[in-house]
Each structure stands twice: as structure tokens, then as C-alpha cells.
């Protein structure tokens, strides 16, 4: 019997983009215990966002990003829409890999919930302090 059907949470895959690096976000999360993927691993460095965020929804993978721009692009939010990502944008700049690991490795369990609670597809935002706050969902 499945997980979900059992009532037991679904483990999560965490898609790290290019814009948080290929290697001191996702060592951090692998440490803390998670699943991650890592964009160079599987798409060109040069990937459209539009055509990755297709593959990577329809693999059900949760995106992590600190490109705030893709929330604001139609081509974007459209194929966002279509493939049913859930997709988390780092909002904090100016601060490091370290930081960045730092911040998403104290918001994992508001994004688990996130998660649970709302509907794929949305977008949410992910600050310095770690409060994740839904900025879009599915109409």
C-alpha cells in the first residue's frame, strides 16, 4: 500500500535551482536528511526556466529558488500552472550559501506543511527569518 493511502506523508524531492548554486544549498538540505536535486544535474546551465519547471512539476519535485523574477514572468507561471509545481522563493538577498542553506534548513518544517496544506500548484515566499508565506496558488 502506498504511503499517502496509509495516511503517512509522501517524501519530498527538493529541486535546487541554478540561482542557489549546485553545491553548499543542497549538501546542506542532503545533510539535514532531505532528497535534493540539483538543476546542472539534470538540465543545460543555460535551461529556459519554463521548460526545466515543466520536467521538474512533472516529477513532482517541491522547486527551490531565490529567483524572484520567475513569479512576475507569464511564460513562467504559466508552465508553473500547467505542470502543478510547488515552487519556494528565497526573498532574502545579499546573503551567502551558507545563509541561504541556513534559511531553507529552518523553513523545512513550514514547507512540509505548506506543502500538506495547500494544492499544487502555488508559489510561496521564503524569508531571511524563515516565515514561508503563499504568494500564488492555482485560481
Not at 540561482?19 to 543542497?26: D, T, Y
Not at 529556459?48 to 519535485?61: E, I, M, Q, Y
Amino acid at each position: 500500500m502506498r504511503a499517502a493511502k496509509r495516511g503517512l506523508a509522501q517524501p519530498l524531492v527538493f529541486f535546487v535551482d541554478r540561482s542557489l548554486g549546485k553545491r553548499i544549498v543542497p549538501e546542506a538540505l542532503r545533510r539535514a536528511g532531505e532528497t535534493v536535486q540539483v538543476h546542472d544535474d539534470h538540465f543545460a546551465p543555460d535551461a529556459k526556466d519554463a521548460d526545466w519547471l515543466s520536467v521538474v512539476g512533472t516529477r513532482g519535485w517541491v522547486v527551490l529558488t531565490k529567483d524572484e523574477r520567475i513569479r512576475y514572468r507569464m511564460i513562467e507561471q504559466q508552465a508553473m500552472m500547467r505542470a502543478s509545481v510547488a515552487a519556494f522563493i528565497l526573498t532574502a538577498g545579499g546573503v551567502t550559501g551558507a545563509e541561504m542553506a541556513n534559511i531553507f534548513i529552518s523553513a523545512l518544517p513550514k514547507i512540509r506543511r505548506f506543502v500538506r496544506k495547500y494544492p499544487r500548484p502555488f508559489i510561496a515566499s521564503v524569508t531571511r527569518s524563515g516565515t514561508v508565506v503563499l504568494i500564488r496558488k492555482k485560481p
